[in-house]
């Protein structure tokens, strides 16, 4: 039996194998793995869709997901031409399509993370899988900030294109949160705060505050929060049993969500006055409006049993708390150890 299921995999396998791979491919550095990248991760989604209890409706929901792949096959075939051409393209030839490449590259970011103006707001659809369906859009603004992190050299040298994706991704972080407020549902509130993670993780970059592996930390840390609260949601909502484990998870959204924003209000300092006003009342009341949706909407859950039974559920929710404590104080630390340090008024004004 278990040599037949690995001769004709199920299509969900096939599905998360295919999204597995695409996301380590995003994450690679060459050249045309981000394209390829993207197109296993559209083809995982459509495998799942094929298979789905409305399959015509999934498949017509994610087909855009092939734009993000086009987008960067563009940006690697003209990164190898200019790579050809060496010496011989003149210098404004050459500025023209590296801003072309920049703005490919952002696009299929942007769209990733729902950040463009006319994109659709995938987190309000779950799927296309019935039973995990309400987890899967989770791993799109993943793939979204992975993509922005390896291809950063295409992108930030571009001031034009760094300061226009710096705007929209402000303007997605702060909406990904008012849609996290209004949702009634915990998992939709999960999924918009997986898209502000990410969102704000981008304008980290693109401001150059502190160093890219500091912001991949702090990402990661507040990403693995919500995406384990959503995981773990699905299965038995373990991290809301008892007010212990609550209390616990509610401290961890907490820090985590912080951590990732205090370094971007904190780093205000060192521009305008104007921008530094605005910078610290919008994202400041962002931040606060984040905090608040992981504090207050996170309530303990009532017990199913009238005895709880013991198990390792609890163990592992536990031990997730402390691993993704334990990388905000690194990451913190190793950013004032390579040269972050803002100035002292607005870091506490930053962290009030």
Do not use: K
């Amino acid at each position: 039996m278990d040599a037949l299921s690995l001769r004709h995999p199920s299509p969900r396998t096939v599905g998360a194998a295919l999204c597995a791979a695409g996301l380590a491919l995003i994450a690679l550095p060459a050249r045309f793995a981000p394209a390829l990248g993207a197109e296993a991760l559209a083809a995982g989604f459509w495998w799942w869709a094929r298979v789905a209890d409305d399959p015509a409706l999934q498949v017509q929901r994610w087909r855009w997901l092939r734009r993000p792949a086009t987008a960067l096959w563009l940006a690697a075939a003209i990164e190898t031409v200019l790579a050809a051409g060496g010496g011989a393209v003149p210098p404004a030839t050459l500025a023209f399509w590296s801003r072309v490449e920049a703005i490919a590259v952002m696009w299929a970011a942007l769209e990733l993370l729902a950040a463009l103006p006319l994109s659709r707001p995938y987190s309000d659809l779950p799927g296309p899988l019935l039973s995990h369906g309400p987890w899967l859009p989770a791993l799109l603004p993943a793939a979204g900030f992975l993509l922005l992190w390896r291809q950063a050299p295409r992108w930030l040298d571009v001031d034009e294109v760094r300061e226009v994706a710096a705007v929209l991704l402000l303007l997605t972080a702060a909406l990904a949160v008012v849609r996290a407020y209004g949702r009634r549902r915990w998992t939709a509130a999960l999924r918009w705060l997986v898209v502000y993670d990410g969102a704000l993780a981008g304008v980290l970059l693109a401001s150059r505050a502190m160093a890219p592996w500091t912001v991949v930390v702090l990402w990661a840390g507040a990403f693995g929060t919500h995406a384990y609260l959503l995981a773990a949601e699905l299965a038995g909502a373990t991290p809301r049993r008892g007010a212990v484990q609550a209390m616990l998870w509610r401290l961890t959204a907490w820090v985590s969500t912080s951590a990732l924003s205090w370094p971007l209000l904190a780093a205000a300092g060192g521009s305008s006055p104007a921008r530094a006003t605005l910078a610290l009342v919008g994202g400041g009341i962002t931040a606060a409006l984040a905090a608040w949706v992981n504090v207050a909407r996170l309530v303990e859950a009532p017990e199913r049993r009238a005895l709880a039974r013991p198990g390792s559920g609890l163990a592992l929710s536990r031990l997730a708390t402390v691993v993704l404590l334990a990388g905000v104080p690194l990451a913190l630390a190793g950013a004032w150890w390579v040269g972050f340090a803002p100035h002292p008024l607005f870091a506490l004004l930053a962290l009030v």
